[in-house]
T-cell receptor
Framework: KAGVTQTPRYLIKTRGQQVTLSCSPISGHRSVSWYQQTPGQGLQFLFEYFSETQRNKGNFPGRFSGRQFSNSRSEMNVSTLELGDSALYLC??????????????FGPGTRLLVL | AQTVTQSQPEMSVQEAETVTLSCTYDTSESDYYLFWYKQPPSRQMILVIR??????QNATENRFSVNFQKAAKSFSLKISDSQLGDAAMYFC?????????FGAGTRLTVKP
């Protein structure tokens, strides 16, 4: 099975712009979670989508949004970019059985640099 | 709020020796899982081992084992017979029905 894929792998944007990141989960996985990883804050949970619905949400401003399509692919959008949004954005997929023991499989991440 | 603390930013171990990475957490929930993830320099995060809060028996996966002390809210990872490929960032993680949190990570260096 192919793993979790994320596109693009690298992105450079300027302040005020918006960006859309994409995540394709492992085939058969219906849950997609997004995380932001920075040297200062570490790994922080953004949100989780299951069956096209947001199931959980972390403590991030409304500039961060996401969606999931019927094929379970997910996109994450950040509007009005700030310098502090520079980070590695990780996507993780799982079956979505709502079982907390479920293993999440991570993608390679998208590295976003905001200038 | 649940917090996960990894007090060792960096650790070093000689190849073939044993190293223990520490993790403590704080929660008021009773149903949760604890995980150790490994993030090698290539950045793809992979699961190393997981532990259910209800199980007293410590989880083991080959050279990796945990010491789970529920009352102390401690969840350490022991790596035996360390190999060069074990060099990575290791993250301790907590997951409940409504929350997923990671520690700040421990960078493990393996010396040949």
């Amino acid at each position: 099975k192919a793993g979790v894929t994320q596109t693009p792998r690298y992105l450079i944007k300027t302040r005020g712009q918006q960006v859309t990141l994409s995540c394709s989960p492992i085939s058969g996985h219906r849950s997609v979670s997004w995380y932001q990883q920075t040297p200062g804050q570490g790994l922080q949970f953004l949100f989780e989508y299951f069956s096209e619905t947001q199931r959980n949400k972390g403590n991030f401003p409304g500039r961060f949004s996401g969606r999931q399509f019927s094929n379970s692919r997910s996109e994450m959008n950040v509007s009005t970019l700030e310098l502090g949004d520079s980070a590695l954005y990780l996507c993780a997929s799982s079956l979505g059985l709502r079982d907390i023991q479920e293993t999440q499989y991570f993608g390679p991440g998208t590295r976003l640099l905001v200038l | 709020a649940q917090t996960v603390t990894q007090s060792q930013p960096e650790m070093s171990v000689q190849e073939a020796e044993t190293v223990t990475l520490s993790c403590t957490y704080d929660t008021s929930e009773s149903d949760y899982y604890l995980f150790w993830y490994k993030q090698p320099p290539s950045r793809q995060m992979i699961l190393v081992i997981r532990q259910e809060a209800y199980k007293q028996q410590n989880a083991t996966e080959n050279r990796f084992s945990v010491n789970f002390q529920k009352a102390a809210k401690s969840f350490s990872l022991k790596i035996s017979d360390s190999q060069l490929g074990d060099a990575a960032m290791y993250f301790c993680a907590y997951r409940s029905a409504n929350d997923m949190r990671f520690g700040a990570g421990t960078r493990l260096t393996v010396k040949p």
